[in-house]
């Protein structure tokens, strides 16, 4: 059934061509060299060691007829594949292009495989005929004998051009065979022309590889049909002419490289090709600003290597076009600022559909530079291109496609799929499927109905299998956009991506299950304590081989000194000492896999287990496997014994590491060279404050934090960096590898599942009245506004009954939580306990029931008539993924338990980091301020911290449970300052944090925004007068009236008494950079900002935007709440400037600040603060915002 015609969604009824067959590309090619033969068209640019090389259409089309008659004369039939050992260059132009003149399928071997890689692939493609290109035996040797020795003992190799060249004059060699004559001197004859093999749309150009479950890569065929059916549109679309210079970056072996070579040869542009050593991060951008590159084909992690430099810019580029990964909005702003002129292209496809068959473009900067602003964070995938269409369908009722923002699986309708995988039919029915949309039979008869207009038929006909109207099932998952786009939103099966690669973790277990030593294993992908996407193999050795095994290696190694001294596993219980000792195994099974597989399969991390944890259904239970901490990779890591094989730079650097992992009983000497810096035991701070150092000490090197925050570095890798900055021109520091990071989670994405989880029907809660008593369940009890939200709670008269939730070993230590942080902040009050009303239960935000034993749960569900969920964990760079379970799971736990025995009313703590999105920015700066009955569908994708996404799918989760009955409010406060009557104050605030900061850099940066910060006591007040009061479904804004400045705000110190004049925000942040950099003073402290330091010096005056709010149902709340109308019970509306007195007394009291250097230039003075002994030794036992129990 059709779709209407207002609907955003693609028709999977509409025709799509399915016979509108463009021709061959090398046919397209060969007429473009016709009409110009002597245009440039393929040139090797220079290098240190070659000039450049120039060729023509003539040059090409000439050299490649000739390889076309040569396989073509040596038996080399329709279809057949030829492997081709490749090399980024012309030859393979020439190659690629004269297999597919012959009618033969072309694939390719990177020499950068193993051995036994290559012989997989050869194994799988069956080749009839091989080419090798000189420049990849002479610069990575010529095949292994392993290899040669395969392709004698199970190939029937019909002929070999063994060392493919073209000459600097435009012939082509071919090498010879026992030296003999040029293999392709006979052909020579034949330059002018094609062999005059037919192919047709369902012939197949080329194989190429993808992951495969059982150990063993597919083989996927590729269709003639796709190779130039999209570029006439792409042409206009894009606007790409025969004027341009395309890159070609894409690796060898990988089918993007195909884009590469058609796109220029269809248009009739020119091909430029860079050096090896031109493809690094401070030298990729310079190459294609001189040589003028216009259009490039990127993954995002080659996307990487262009923006390692910031310098020069490329007004040339002018179309980018990103395939392979997740492209973020972080990469496509650097890049903007790059190449200006530049419109960038986001493409969806795989190796299935033969190309990139999606997109998303971008305007340049030049044209729009604010487009970027509204985006999310992972661009989306976009719509399907000229016949192609992307369908997100029901994965349960696959005949129904999901409606917008539904999230389904990703299936491609084109005519121009691929063929499928070679030998497995199996396979091709799971993937390859009909449309189950429309009657394929419409199509055929159509087709005849044309065929007989024409008289005859094409013909490419005779080798045309009909109209198909195929699917491919992609196996990701996706949603569409109110406009149509379709957005990416993870994978359905275990084959993931990291880094640009597609794996399959079956085939690394199937590799790995074949070691002789090892009886069990399975792959997971992690993430490191990077936040990086790391693959992690656990295994369980087969313990008698083993023994066996590692005795063997104890009497061939000389004296012993190479084998650990670690055999004895009667006590290797704990996980540090299971990697200590089977750490020779470890590896040899990595060395295994290396000789296997790609080195992007390879996993980082093997654990050894002696037995793996199960399910109740006897399978592996994947969750109980455990992930080292920091400090077990610290223990199981060797210590570094031979430092001469250190370089001069690796001691260097060591040095300066060690200083700081001196606190990890690391010195110098014990650094091993190729262990990560974060496996050492480093983190981010450590990161910030050694770049620094490290740039400080290698004059006229300029290390970028990404080196150092990137997935591996390690003393080798990044000296190596060092060494390559210093001596550009030097090869022998090898090839950086590539960094990036890897997204965030979507976090809209995870909303739907929490949902699904919400009970059927949740009994609607009616609260007694404050006179006759109100049970509390109170989260986050231990932090900052908890303390203050169970102070007002406790303090009313009469006052609420508190079941406090903490996170301790017993109640007695619970209770002692509360009594400490209450003591540091001036709150506690014996007569809480004495008179009954506060009570500990004992749990966890984490885990099921929010920890709570069955004793405690029990009590809470038949007790307690109110939760105030305030409990949650705050940090600000850690993403979705490791605050979700504290943050969103607690949310949807405590719903649960309303929906449990006794009705219960929920009342959630948000944030407005919910509203940190360009859309509400923008409605109030049009004079709408943020209602607060928003459904926040204005920033679903905008957000950007982990904290904030996390808000926002705990809110969208409360309001769906509304819909089923639930009694909750939200209540959603800006900034918490500290308590204007005390000043006690919260020194982990990040506004805390910018007075210190700007005292220590002695000047404060001039930003106008006014900041949304209320008193603690305020807040506090608000979440509990809502949580009473508020009506069900309803939202409370927390609203300073009226607001202070940035610059009030920090301008308060300069009237305290501190040296902080105000500076443009420009020279604050490079001021603070230079304080970084230059390190602190002796005996003075690191930069309060540390941890702040990418926010505070990339943007702090659009990162610190914030929406006005309309804030009527606090206000209300406040009016109903008789409490907060009596005189004792009323609290501050606003921190003024009074209050920052008080603020910065206390900080300077408890040593947190120092004191004013000079007098007060104003009226206002800095109060006394007077603190007990014990507040202050309760102030050094707490902290942290928190407060997840």
């Known amino acids: 059934m059709a779709l209407s015609s207002d609907d955003v969604r693609p028709d999977p009824t509409s025709d799509l061509h399915w016979s509108d067959y463009r021709g061959a590309i090398h046919e397209i090619f060969a007429a473009n060299a016709a009409k110009h033969p002597d245009r440039s068209c393929v040139v090797e640019t220079t290098s240190s060691t070659s000039p450049e090389r120039n060729f023509t259409y003539r040059d090409i089309n000439e050299s490649s007829n000739i390889v076309a008659h040569h396989l073509v004369n040596n038996g080399v039939e329709r279809g057949e594949v030829v492997m081709l050992y490749s090399h980024r260059g012309v030859d393979l132009v020439v190659a690629v ?39 990849a035996t002479k610069e990575a040797g010529p095949l292994h004998q392993i290899v040669r020795d395969f392709i004698q003992e199970n190939l029937q190799i019909r002929t070999e051009i063994p060392a493919l060249k073209l000459q600097d004059d435009g012939s082509v060699s071919g090498g010879s065979i026992d030296g003999g004559a040029d293999v392709l001197q006979a052909a020579t004859s034949s330059k002018a022309s094609l062999p005059g093999v037919v192919v047709g749309p369902d012939s197949n150009p080329t194989l190429s590889f993808t992951s495969g479950s059982e150990g063993r890569p597919k083989g996927v065929r590729g269709r003639h049909f796709s190779l130039a059916y999209y570029f006439p549109w792409m042409s206009e679309r894009f606007n790409l002419t025969e004027n341009e210079r395309f890159s070609m970056l894409s690796g060898i072996a990988h089918d993007p490289i195909q884009r590469d070579i058609y796109t220029p040869l269809f248009l009739g542009a020119s091909l430029i090709v860079p050096p090896a050593e031109d493809i690094t991060f401070d030298r990729l951008a310079n190459w294609a600003s001189t040589n003028k590159i216009s259009v490039t084909h990127l993954t995002p992690a080659m996307g990487q290597i262009l923006l ?11 179309a980018a076009f990103f395939v392979g990964d997740i492209l973020l909005k972080r990469d496509c702003r650097r890049l903007q600022q790059l190449a200006p002129n530049c419109r960038i292209k986001n493409m969806y496809g795989t190796t299935e559909t033969q190309r990139a068959v999606s997109y998303y473009e971008i305007p340049s900067l030049s044209e729009n530079p604010d487009y970027l602003e509204n985006m999310s964070n992972v661009i989306p995938a976009g719509r399907g291109m000229l016949d192609v269409q992307l369908l997100v369908v029901d994965r349960e009722k696959k005949e129904r496609q999901c409606e917008v923002g539904e999230i389904g699986e990703i299936y491609v309708r084109a005519g121009g799929l691929a063929e499928g995988y070679l030998g497995d039919e199996q396979k091709n029915a799971e993937k390859f499927v009909a449309n189950w949309f429309v009657d394929s039979q419409r199509w055929i008869d159509e087709d005849n109905e044309r065929v007989a207009a024409k008289g005859s038929p094409e013909p490419w006909r005779e080798v045309f299998f009909g109209p198909r109207d195929r699917m491919y099932r992609s196996g990701d998952l996706g949603r569409y956009m109110p406009d149509g786009n379709v957005e990416c939103v993870g994978r359905a099966d275990d084959q993931v991506k990291i880094r640009g690669f597609r794996i399959e973790l079956g085939e690394i277990d199937t590799h790995l299950s074949q070691h002789p030593l090892i009886r069990e294993n399975v792959t997971l992908v992690k993430r490191d304590h990077n936040e990086e996407q790391i693959l992690v193999s656990y295994y369980v050795p087969d313990i008698t081989k083993w023994k066996q095994w590692y005795a063997e290696q104890e009497q061939n190694a000389k004296g012993g000194s190479a084998i650990p001294q670690r055999q004895d596993i009667t006590d290797a219980n704990t996980l540090v000492e299971r990697m200590q000792v089977f750490e020779l195994l470890t590896a040899d099974a990595r060395e295994t896999l290396k000789q296997k597989l790609p080195v992007y399969a390879v996993p980082t991390l093997f654990i050894p287990m002696l037995r793996f944890p199960l399910t109740p259904n006897a399978k592996v239970d994947k969750r109980a496997l455990p992930f080292p901490e920091a400090a077990d990779l610290l223990g199981s890591i060797p210590k570094a014994t031979d430092l001469s094989s250190r370089t001069e730079t690796e001691s260097a650097l060591a040095d300066i590491w060690a200083a700081h992992l001196k606190t990890r009983n690391h010195t110098s000497e014990t650094l091993p060279r190729e262990t990560s810096f974060y496996d050492l035991g480093g983190d981010s701070i450590m990161t910030v404050q050694i770049v620094p150092k490290i740039n400080r000490h290698w004059q006229g090197v300029n290390v970028p934090m990404s080196v150092m925050a990137g997935r591996n570095p390690t003393l080798k890798s990044v000296a190596k960096y060092i060494d390559k900055s210093l001596n550009p021109s030097s090869t022998h520091a090898g090839k950086d590898e590539e960094e990036s990071e890897e997204p965030q989670q979507h976090y809209a994405d995870d909303l739907p599942s929490h949902i699904s989880a919400l009970p059927a029907s949740i009994p609607s809660a009616e609260l007694p009245s404050v006179e006759k008593g109100i049970n509390v369940l109170l989260t986050g009890a231990t932090g900052f506004l908890g303390a203050y939200v169970l102070h007002d709670a406790l303090s009313r008269q009469p006052a609420l009954h508190v079941y406090a939730h903490v996170r301790a070993s017993s109640a007695k230590a619970g209770l002692e939580r509360i009594r400490q942080t209450c003591t540091a902040y001036g709150l506690w009050q014996d007569w809480w306990i004495t008179e009954g009303n506060l009570e500990v239960v004992l749990g966890d935000l984490e885990k099921p029931r929010l920890g709570l034993n069955d004793a405690d749960h029990k009590k809470i569900i038949e007790e307690a008539d109110l939760i105030i969920h305030n409990g949650a964990r705050v940090h600000w760079l850690m993403p979705y993924e490791n605050l979700r379970a504290a943050n969103v799971l607690s949310t949807l736990e405590g719903i649960k338990i309303c929906a449990t025995g006794k009705p219960k009313r929920f009342a959630f703590v948000s944030s407005t980091s919910t509203l940190d999105a360009e859309h509400f920015v923008q409605q109030s700066a049009s004079g709408q301020p943020v209602l607060e009955s928003d459904d926040l569908s204005g920033s679903r994708t905008a957000l950007t911290t982990g904290y904030g996404q996390t808000k926002w799918v705990s809110e969208a989760l409360i309001r769906a449970a509304c819909k089923q009955g639930l009694n909750g409010t939200i209540i959603r406060p800006g900034y918490v300052m500290g308590d204007p009557q005390s000043g006690v104050s919260n020194t982990d605030d990040f506004l805390v944090r910018m007075l210190k900061g700007s005292i220590q850099v002695g000047a404060r940066p001039d930003v106008s925004n006014t900041i949304n910060m209320v008193p603690v006591t305020r807040v506090a007040r608000v979440v509990t007068s809502a949580a009473i009061y508020s009506p069900s479904g309803s939202i409370a804004h927390v609203d300073a009236r009226p607001r202070l400045t940035f610059n009030d705000f920090l301008g308060a110190l300069e009237k305290f008494g501190y040296d902080a004049p105000v500076e443009s925000y420009d020279l604050w942040a490079r001021r603070v950079e230079k304080f970084v950099e230059d390190g602190p003073a002796a005996g003075k402290e690191d930069l309060a900002l540390l941890g702040l330091f990418h926010m505070v010096t990339s943007d702090l005056p659009e990162a610190t935007k914030a929406p006005n709010l309309d804030d009527r149902n606090a206000q209300a709340a406040l009016k109903a709440d008789k409490w907060n ?23 300077v009291a408890r040593g947190f600040l120092p004191p004013p250097p000079k007098a007060s230039v104003a009226d206002i003075t800095l109060p006394a ?5 014990a507040q202050v030794e309760a102030l050094n036992k707490v902290g942290g915002r928190g407060g997840a129990a």
Do not use: C, W
């Open 308 to 318: 390692g430099s910031t310098e020069p810019k490329i007004p040339s580029l002018h």
């Open 97 to 135: 292009m004269g297999v597919l003149k012959a009618g033969a399928t072309f694939s390719v071997i990177d020499p950068a495989y193993p051995p036994e890689r290559q012989n997989i692939y050869l194994d799988v493609a069956r080749p009839r005929a091989l080419i090798v290109i000189e420049k």
């Open 1169 to 1173: 603060v007077a603190m007990a002994p």
């Open 1125 to 1147: 109308a009596r005189e004792e019970g009323s609290t501050p509306a606003a921190v003024t400037v009074e209050a920052v007195a008080a603020y910065v007394a206390f900080l």
